[in-house]
């Protein structure tokens, strides 16, 4: 009885539990509070928003400049090499999805207009107006250039209030605004409740899993197929794989299901201690589920309530975007929720409704983005393993002919 009692309370202190408590409680007690409660919870929510959104170019800027800088202690070509593959990877992933959400959308499936029949207003706002050129983007190029000077120089100051700013910023998110991602995700589940989205919002829910599903599954199949080049030896590797893919399904984290990703990418690799070194640098930026994820409920979002499918320029500066930001998303556990919804908003002009509604399902869909990360992380390495032999080949030869 006490060990269970310790599991349950371990338990609780997981995001993804207090959100789905919190959840549960509201939908019990939700009609019987008064309109100013659901206002407030709202109004929480969207300051939280606006927090992010001022602190977005600051956090991209710093984490990618970071992360850059602290390459200088490595072999440049191994990580020069492993940079432009996972933003690679990530950009085909980005890609493939749009592909995908297209063809959903030209088969004119049925996946109704969401629209509100009701308003829920906030209570109050940051009065203070956020001007337009202080975005992601500015944030990104700032990060790249910082960041590519300090690893490319011996600047110890630069270097140290890099570290000095990371670590500040990583403390607001973790410590302070991580705290508050269950009232954040309550306040916009208030929002699509009041307004009789949700409702509409879990008729659509199986359909679009059930594509998300097979679109991930043939991904992640195709994955490991290049990898090998070999059915058989796909399958061997896939299955040397299922065990972190089952622990990572049923936790909800790709960080703890770290150890059985090394030991069963390792069994997969000509070189095993390759994991060791691939897998702790990639397991927070090259997340192939959750950019196919993202990015295809961003499509259908965009579409269900402008009624049209983004256009192809705007596309391609979120894509670019998008998976450049991912490099910032290493520098915190769970970072992609505080980089990517400032991205959305910016980017494909999402509302307060449509990010209730990719939060909303990102709660749903936890389980399946995260095996998905891990099992095409895995998959990855090997590929990059089969890209990395033959660059180091050459650079070995460059290297004896020229000394």
């Known amino acids: 009885m006490r060990l269970v009692l310790i599991k349950t309370l371990s338990g609780l202190k997981h995001r993804s539990i207090q959100i789905l408590l919190l959840v549960i409680l509201y939908f019990f007690i939700g009609n019987s509070l008064p309109l100013v409660i659901h206002q407030g919870l ?39 090499t492993l940079i432009i593959f996972e933003g690679l990877s990530n950009l085909c992933s980005v890609w493939y999805a749009f592909g995908c959400a297209h063809a959903v959308y030209n088969n004119e499936l049925p996946l109704q207009s969401l629209s509100s029949e009701l308003e829920l207003q906030e209570l109050w706002r940051l009065p203070l107006m956020r001007p337009a050129w202080w975005s992601a983007s500015k944030g990104t190029l700032l990060g790249l250039g910082i960041g590519c000077l300090a690893a490319l120089s011996k600047n110890t100051f630069l270097k140290t209030w890099i570290l000095r700013g990371s670590t500040t910023v990583q403390w607001i998110l973790t410590k302070v605004i991580a705290r508050v991602i269950p009232l954040f995700v309550l306040g916009f589940f208030v929002k699509i409740h009041h307004t009789n989205l949700l409702y509409q919002l879990l008729k659509i829910s199986p359909q679009i899993a059930f594509y ?44 703890s299901t770290m150890p059985w990703t090394i030991e069963g990418t390792a069994k997969n690799l000509d070189n095993p201690q390759l994991a060791q070194a ?54 915190i556990l769970g970072g992609a929720i505080f980089i990517m919804l400032p991205i959305y908003e910016n980017y494909l002009y999402f509302n307060a409704e449509m990010i209730s509604v990719i939060l909303a399902f990102n709660t749903l869909l936890d389980p399946l983005i995260t095996s998905s990360n891990v099992l095409a992380n895995g998959a990855l390495c090997r590929l990059f ?17 020229t000394s």
């Open 42 to 80: 709202y109004t929480i929510s969207l300051f939280v928003k606006d927090i992010l959104m001022w602190l977005l170019p600051i956090t991209v800027g710093f984490f990618i400049a970071h992360t850059l800088s602290s390459f200088e202690k490595k072999a440049p070509l191994f990580i020069l």
């Open 212 to 255: 998300l599903t097979i679109f991930l599954s043939f991904y992640l199949c195709f994955l490991f197929f290049i990898s090998s080049f070999s059915l058989s030896m796909a399958l061997k590797h896939l299955r040397n794989l299922l065990p972190a893919g089952t622990i990572a399904f049923l936790s909800g984290c790709s960080i």
């Open 278 to 331: 691939i897998i702790p640098a990639t397991t927070n930026i090259q997340q192939i589920g959750d950019c196919i994820v993202q990015t295809f409920l961003c499509f259908l979002v965009y579409n269900c309530f402008y009624n049209h499918p983004p256009t192809l320029s705007t596309w391609i500066s979120f894509s670019l975007v998008f998976t450049l930001a991912r490099f910032a998303t290493a520098g």
């Open 385 to 401: 393993e089969k890209i990395w032999t033959p660059i180091l080949r050459i650079n070995s030869l460059f290297t004896r002919k």
